[in-house]
């Protein structure tokens, strides 16, 4: 019987200590300070965007992905150029309490130069982008 109790108990332990090592080897990753982000538009034009991020907090690589998309469909809409839409560079810092993403990017004017052009936008820590703030 107790032979018994010490094999349940042991394989009780034995299954703690699997599940808390599988969920500390699920590790966060955070965004770098310099990084690429790769962008695909929808007529197959293919974009590797350098990102500076200047932010005082740590945000999660996912989380800022999905805010640096977020903002590129944004920019494209507000632009109204999608074949000549060209991303070339974000920034991302904070203002006070805000963080703020600034792409910078050009497309094609009335004339068939290149524009360039600077878009501010407010961002959250979970990836939300929110209204674009003038210059």
């Known amino acids: 019987m107790i ?11 034995l299954g703690i200590i699997l599940n808390s090592n599988f969920i500390f080897s699920q590790e966060v990753m955070v965004a ?6 790769s962008w695909q ?20 690589q996912q989380r800022v992905n999905r805010a640096l998309m977020q903002i590129l469909l944004k920019s494209i ?17 904070a203002d006070g309490n805000d963080q703020i ?3 910078e990017f050009t497309t094609l004017g009335s004339s068939g130069k290149e524009q360039e052009f600077t878009y501010y936008f407010r961002l959250d820590t979970y990836g939300n982008v929110f209204n674009q703030l003038e210059d």
């Open 41 to 60: 538009k929808a007529n197959g034009d293919e974009y590797e965007i350098p990102v500076e991020n200047n932010l005082e907090i740590k945000i999660e």
């Open 32 to 37: 770098p300070e310099n990084f690429v982000f």
């Open 3 to 13: 032979n018994m109790y010490l094999k349940y108990c042991f394989l009780f332990l």
């Open 77 to 93: 809409l507000k632009s109204r150029d999608f074949e000549a839409f060209d991303p070339l560079h974000f920034v991302l810092y």
């Open 101 to 103: 993403a600034k792409l």
